[in-house]
């Protein structure tokens, strides 16, 4: 949903829209918050302004780590469905790349580390 969208319904106070994703919530209802206040007159309107650009900016920051995620994660269950595969294969290469991206490597050196 574009910023635009979740603005026109945080500003009107409607319902918040079931498929928002999570990022997109913080901002419904942070513009709602500021909408809301500005409106009963807690904020004045230059400072309902500064708070509505900074909760834009903060969302678009969520919103490109959500991205981050989502691909990371599709990438990481592509790379587990061949989990089988590269730990019979041999190759040492998609061994070490297989513990890296699953994280099997954090988890060993933290073991390690515990060791001393």
């Not at 959500?66 to 998609?94: A, F, P």
């Amino acid at each position: 949903m574009k910023i635009e969208d979740v603005e026109k319904l945080a500003s009107r106070n409607a319902p918040m829209p079931d498929e928002l994703t999570p990022p997109e919530i913080f901002l419904f209802l942070s513009l709602r918050a500021v909408y809301s206040a500005w409106r009963t007159g807690t904020v004045e309107t230059s400072q309902a302004k500064n708070e509505k650009a900074l909760v834009i900016r903060h969302y678009k920051e969520l919103d490109l780590w959500h991205r981050i995620y989502t691909e990371q994660s599709r990438m990481l269950r592509q790379v587990q469905r061949y989990s089988d595969k590269i730990k019979i294969s041999g190759c040492l290469v998609c061994k070490g790349l297989y513990t890296a991206l699953s994280g099997l490597e954090k988890l060993k050196e933290e073991g390690e580390n515990h060791d001393t």
